[in-house]
C-alpha cells in the first residue's frame, strides 16, 4: 500500500509512521505500507533517516520486551521474502539496507529477516507491484501531487494509503483521488469497529466492520402485494 510523504508533512511524524507500516508485525500484514512515495525535494534527507532508524532496530525473540521485530511466520514465508530481495536487486533496484537473513547465535533457529529498504525503485518492479508480505520497503521519488496520485494508483491492489502533509486541501484531494478502501492522513492504521475497512480493485471483497459488514451477511428481499 502507498504510504505518501510531502515536503511540508511533520517529518518526524511521518517517518514514525512510515516506520510502523512496514516493520509493524514483520511487514507480514495485508495493510503494510510497502510502497513509500517521498516528494523528490526531501527524498535523499528523509530515507537517510529511514535507515538509520531501521538499522537500530532490535530483530529477535518477540517475548522479549526489548525486541523491536520477531520471526516471520515460517521457513516458506522468509523464503519468498528473500525472493523478492533478489528480484528487487536484479532489476535494478538500490538496496539501501537489510536484504539478509539474520544467523547469528539463536537468531539461526527462527525465520529472521533483516529490515530492508529498497530505493531506486522503479514503478514496474515486481517489489513496487506485488504484495511481499514481510519486512521489505520500496521507496520511490515524486515530483509533485498528480505524480503522486499517478504512482499510488498504478497497482491491481487498493487496500490502503496515507498521506502526509500540512495542506488539509491537499490531503483532501488526494483521499479523493487515490483508489484505496482507506485513506489515513497524517497518521497510519486508523480503525474503529463502526467504520468499515476493505479495499478496491483485486484487495478482497466487499467491506469488514460496520453497518457495511451486517449488509454483507444479508439479503434484499422485494415484496409486492395487491390488495385491491
Known sequence: SPNIVFADADLDGALSGAYIAIFD?????????SRLLVEASIHDEFVARLVAKAEAMRVGNPLDTSTDMGSQISARQLEIILGYVDAGITEGAELATGGHRLIDGDLAKGHFMEP?????????????????????????????EAHAIELANDSIFGLVSAVWTKDLNRALRMAKRIKAGSVWLNMWNGFDSASPFGGYKQSGHGREMGQHA?????????VWAHLG
Open 214 to 222: 451486517l449488509e454483507l451477511y444479508t439479503e434484499t428481499k422485494s
Open 25 to 33: 508485525n514483520k511487514g507480514e500484514v495485508c495493510s503494510a505500507g
Open 116 to 144: 530492508t529498504i529498497f530505493t531506486g525503485v522503479k514503478p514496474g518492479m515486481r517489489i513496487a507491484q506485488e504484495e511481499i508480505f514481510g519486512p521489505v520497503l520500496a521507496v520511490l521519488p515524486f515530483r509533485d
